[in-house]
């Protein structure tokens, strides 16, 4: 920012348009939790900020980081964003999780991957379900509260 005489800061045109060309290059793999889900990804609500390739129960970033940024890069024009969920109890019940995986939200849809860490493979998983050679499950909606009481109830859940 640069100076004018009554004190107000006025923003430096080349750094405007330095940030300009530099934001794609800096759109990196998001970071999801419980919380931020449903409203960064609207998986359930019309899916109007793109697909989302998220990673659950992965501990770190070993070779998945690489693989995500992978597919951000490879896609960019499909809209595929690549994200983490770390902290998402709440979200491994609603999508039916048991063991770490990658699901696709493209579509309308839900495509689960359970391959290999290779972006090689992600990619060509990422394709083929946005190509329609994959058959997609319907994403299930954010659970309720009264699922959460009755789950509570039945003694397997906290609120």
Known sequence: PSATHAGVVK???SMELLKLFLLPLVVALQELNDETFEHQT???????TGSW????GLEGREGW??????VEEELREAYVIPAMVKDGKELWKRFGIKEPVALLFAKHKLYRYTGSKSSTELLAFVRKALDGELHGEQIPPERSFLDKLWERFLGQGEL
């Open 11 to 13: 923003a430096d045109p």
């Open 42 to 48: 609207q998986a359930s609500t019309g899916m109007t």
């Open 53 to 56: 390739l998220v990673s659950f």
């Open 65 to 70: 980081e690489d693989a995500l940024e992978a």
